[in-house]
């Protein structure tokens, strides 16, 4: 068998979606008749999106509506088992529809990384383990993925009682893989403040309204105060649980809004608290470096006046 034919397999048991059903489709090409796309799920098997299925509205362009590489959460309209075609439809889904979908595939991706990597590593056919292992989960489960979480917590206790053909070797590999890459992973939120006093206190009143602030860290929601410019603050705090932090840098601030608006002082908020992606943060980053450099030449220019 060619290395990568070994190596690829469908997602699900069954070959085909059922109609009706909710599939993520990645655009390959846009021509008259529609768009042609690849099942994600289903190994890349082609489907065609119809130009009627694509918009309940007048079509005025179509790249508007649809993109080569994208993907896309469609419904299954018809499917011709022995032809392979399979019609499709991004018209009669719901952003309901695209949530459940889009968490579905992503929990199935995890999966399938998962017995990718093992299929790798103990030279097996993907298939043949999606058999052995996946497959039985889904039926048992509803979903590999949630089988997959327990193990975290139970130790595999009971969880591939159903998958008999699985030798030690190969459970104790995925159970190591399991417990590297779906552990829970520390979340980053972030809010933005701005705080001021030009009362007498000054300074000193924005300084102890941040100490409160920071007197609101848990072990679990430690809390981190930068200043980013006057009067630009950001808090931030690691977590893995993503409403915890939340909750716990609403609190922070408002211990800094009770205790600076107490000495006369006042606080907005300029971002509420939200979980940050890596971009956010690179770029929150690269404005944190310009504005330390812009005050540097700032001072530099106060030095020339002074020698004046």
Not at 134 to 155: E, I, N, Q, T, V
Not at 177 to 184: F, H, N, R
């Amino acid at each position: 068998m060619e290395e990568h034919k070994r190596l690829e397999c469908r997602f699900y048991e069954e070959p085909f979606p059922e109609v009706e059903s909710l599939v993520m489709v990645n655009v390959r090409n846009i021509a008259e008749m529609g768009a042609y796309v690849t099942l994600l799920e289903y190994n890349n098997i082609e489907g065609m999106i119809l130009l009627s299925e694509l918009s309940r509205r007048r079509i005025r362009s179509i790249n508007k509506l649809i993109r080569v590489n994208r993907n896309e959460v469609v419904m299954v309209l018809r499917v011709d088992k022995e032809k392979g075609y399979i019609d499709l439809s991004k018209r009669r889904v719901s952003a309901e529809d695209v949530a459940k979908c889009e968490e579905r595939y992503n929990k199935a991706k995890a999966v399938h990384r998962v017995m990718r990597h093992v299929a790798d590593r103990q030279h097996k056919s993907l298939e043949e383990l999606y058999k052995m292992v996946a497959w039985p989960l889904y039926r048992k489960y509803g979903h590999a993925y949630d089988a997959f979480k327990l193990c975290l917590s139970d130790d595999d206790k009971g969880v591939f009682d159903d998958c008999a053909a699985m030798d030690e070797v190969t459970r104790s590999c995925l159970l190591n893989y399991v417990k590297k890459k779906l552990s829970p992973q520390p979340i980053k939120v972030r809010a933005d403040v701005e705080v001021t006093c030009f009362t007498y206190e000054g300074i000193n009143a924005i300084q102890e309204a941040l100490v409160y602030a920071q007197g609101v860290s848990t072990a679990d929601c430690p809390i981190q105060i930068k200043l980013i410019a006057p009067p630009m603050y950001v808090m931030t705090t690691m977590t893995l649980d993503k409403e915890l932090g939340i909750q716990t840098l609403t609190a922070a601030i408002e211990a800094v809004t009770e205790s600076v608006v107490e000495k006369g002082g006042k606080m907005t908020v300029k971002m509420m608290p939200k979980v940050v992606s890596a971009r956010e943060e690179t770029e929150l980053q690269a404005m944190m470096e310009r504005l330390t450099q812009e005050s540097l030449e700032k001072d530099g220019d106060d030095d020339k006046d002074d020698e004046i």
